[in-house]
């Protein structure tokens, strides 16, 4: 069974510009959760997403957004991009929503650099 | 404020040495912990403890939960250059919500 699929591996943008990342989860997988993770603060969580609808959301300001598909792919879009914005960015899936009953499945991310 | 504090958070041993890795916590709703091994892009799940699994082993890495005293430890016996990684321990936020994670220990191991 494939894994998660994160798309594109490297991404080089400058301040100001947009973004948006991809991620496709295990088949048979609902639950698509985001995560940015950065040396100084660790993996901080950004979204989750079930059947399309989010469920949950982090702290992080609007200009993070992202959205689910009827095929339970996802994409988050970043906007006006900050030197600070550059880190690991990783997608995980699940079966179910929420982390207490299955355990999150993580892609190997999408590392975005901000000039 | 739920908390997951992990330590150390480095540590270097040499080939063969068994490892302790302690991860404590502070959450409300207490329901699951889970580590991960991330050697260089995905992290690697390895154990799910619950309530009602608090012991898990797999070949010569192996955790328990204290529910009482809110920590678990990932023990790694007889280690290889392979088991250097960060190891992170996480649990959902409140119940069944997103995981909240510590920082992590990086672990190496020399030959």
């Known amino acids: 069974k494939a894994g998660v699929t994160q798309t594109p591996r490297y991404l080089i943008k400058t301040r100001g510009q947009q973004v948006t990342l991809s991620c496709s989860p295990i088949s048979g997988h609902r639950s698509v959760s985001w995560y940015q993770q950065t040396p100084g603060q660790g993996l901080q969580f950004l979204f989750e997403?079930?059947?399309?609808?989010?469920?949950n959301k982090g702290n992080f300001p609007g200009r993070f957004s992202g959205r689910q598909f009827s095929n339970s792919r996802s994409e988050m879009n970043v906007s006006t991009l900050e030197l600070g914005d550059s880190a690991l960015y990783l997608c995980?899936?699940?079966?179910?929503?929420?982390?207490?009953?299955?355990?999150?499945?993580f892609g190997n991310g999408t590392r975005l650099t901000v000039t | 404020e739920d908390k997951v504090v992990q330590s150390p958070l480095s540590l270097v041993v040499h080939e063969g040495d068994t490892v302790t890795l302690n991860c404590s916590y502070e959450v409300t709703n207490f329901r699951s912990l889970l580590w991960y091994k991330q050697e260089k892009k995905a992290p690697t799940f390895l154990f799910m403890l619950?309530?009602?699994?608090i012991e898990k082993k797999s070949g010569r890495l192996s955790s328990i939960l204290d529910k009482k005293e809110l920590f678990s430890i990932l023990n790694i016996t007889a280690t290889q250059t392979g088991d250097s990684a960060v190891y992170l321990c996480a649990v959902p936020h409140s119940g069944n919500t997103p995981l909240v994670f510590g920082k992590g220990t990086r672990l190496s191991v020399i030959a």
């Open positions: 995980a899936s699940s079966l179910s929503p929420g982390a207490g009953a299955s355990p999150l499945h």
């Open positions: 619950t309530s009602s699994g």
């Open positions: 997403y079930f059947s399309e609808t989010q469920r």
